[in-house]
């Protein structure tokens, strides 16, 4: 079976599991504890990822991967799914989502941590509020190209800028993302309804 590091908060977890979910390997993951944090080291995922950081994967041979792309890919692959498009435009688009939907939750994170990680003396106001500027760029682009969405966690891109929508959901409600990007928000009801989507919801 193989082991993956799990933080339920976590978006990249989260793309791992939807991704797993969809693929039918969900049942061949056993998910380990940890406590991933930017000060703090936590040594169990250390032994699997340098890095320490969630998710990271070790499978069934004892091969170690680590970062929500390169496990996303490993599953399919395994799986011999079709979440990530194999040549042409298609596959090129695929992946910028993806890139669009990691970079809404790395600046959403950057944000984050400037207020639950730095002591309040350290804290810088505009850093975070330069990381936010980065999520409302990215929104207005999603924003512009929703229509041409599938409403199926189909494709590595629109997993990854789903999961992304939701940790604003979770973390960053007050951002009322949906009262300016009203075509995202329509798409996003439907697409969080999946069973995969569903199941994944972050929690405390």
Not at 59 to 73: A, K
Not at 102 to 131: H, M, N, T, V
Not at 181 to 203: C, G, K, S
């Amino acid at each position: 079976m193989m082991q993956l590091f799990y933080a339920s908060t976590s978006a990249y977890v989260r793309k791992v599991i939807v991704c797993a979910i969809v693929l039918g390997l969900v049942d061949a993951l056993e998910r380990l504890d940890s406590a991933a944090h930017p000060i703090v080291r936590d040594e169990r995922i250390a032994a699997f990822n340098p890095l320490a950081k969630v998710p990271a994967l070790r499978t069934e041979n004892g091969m170690c991967l680590y970062d929500s792309r390169v496990i996303c890919e490993y599953l399919n692959a395994r799986a011999q799914g079709d979440l990530f498009p194999a040549n042409g435009d298609a596959r090129w688009r695929s992946l910028a989502r993806q890139a669009l939907g990691d970079g809404i939750i790395d600046a959403a994170l950057l944000a984050r941590y400037e207020f639950s990680a730095r002591p309040p003396e350290k804290q810088w106001q505009d850093w975070a509020d330069a990381q936010l500027k980065k999520v409302a760029a990215a929104l207005s682009d999603i924003e512009a190209q929703v229509s041409g969405f599938s409403d199926q966690p189909d494709d590595i891109g629109l997993i990854a800028i789903g999961c992304a929508l939701g940790y604003l959901d979770f973390r960053f409600a007050g951002l009322n993302w949906r009262d300016r990007h009203p075509l995202t928000a329509t798409w996003f009801a439907v697409f969080d309804a999946h069973p995969a989507m569903a199941a994944t919801r972050p929690h405390v």
